[in-house]
């Protein structure tokens, strides 16, 4: 019971990081056009225009919330090695705390290359995913605690 319960929590976790790459994660509006940064980089649309236009690819936060994609994912197969499924879900909580912060800074360096940038903007809800996934890491974790417990009891029984 309490498997499936960390896994559902690994699985939410992975699918809240992978909503990020089609989030917003900060928007500015100029006299001109509506700047937007996602995790592929800065966009531009001008209000003529249908489609946004990349202005500064960012392939690397691309990849690197990939990876802690893929990892979420992985760390649900590994139920019958609890230390090791612990140690993964720690570490990628660690990890996507650090992300949420590289994130942020680079959103707001590619924001500087926006001409006519004033300093206003809005963060958006692409900023919130990282974190409610960091919140569902830790209650993987902590049901891999108690599903651990469960067979030390189990097997002190025996």
Do not use: H
């Amino acid at each position: 019971m309490i498997q499936r319960i960390q896994s559902l929590y690994l699985l939410l976790a992975a699918v809240l990081m992978g909503l990020l790459n089609f989030a917003p994660v900060y928007t500015t509006e100029t006299g001109q056009a509506m700047y937007t940064v996602y995790l592929g980089g800065l966009t531009k649309k001008e209000p003529q225009m249908t489609d946004y236009e990349v202005l500064v690819p960012q392939p690397g936060l691309l990849a690197v919330n990939l990876i802690l994609v893929a990892l979420s994912i992985f760390t649900i197969f590994l139920y019958k090695n609890r230390k090791l499924q612990k140690r993964l879900s720690s570490s990628l909580m660690i990890s996507s705390a650090a992300f949420v912060i590289l994130l942020a800074a680079a959103s707001n360096e590619l924001m500087k290359l926006v001409p006519e940038y004033t300093g206003e903007g809005n963060l958006s809800w692409g900023l919130i995913l990282p974190a409610v996934s960091i919140v569902f890491l830790l209650l993987a974790n902590r049901g891999i605690n108690k599903d651990e417990e469960l067979i030390r009891s189990a097997d002190r029984l025996r």
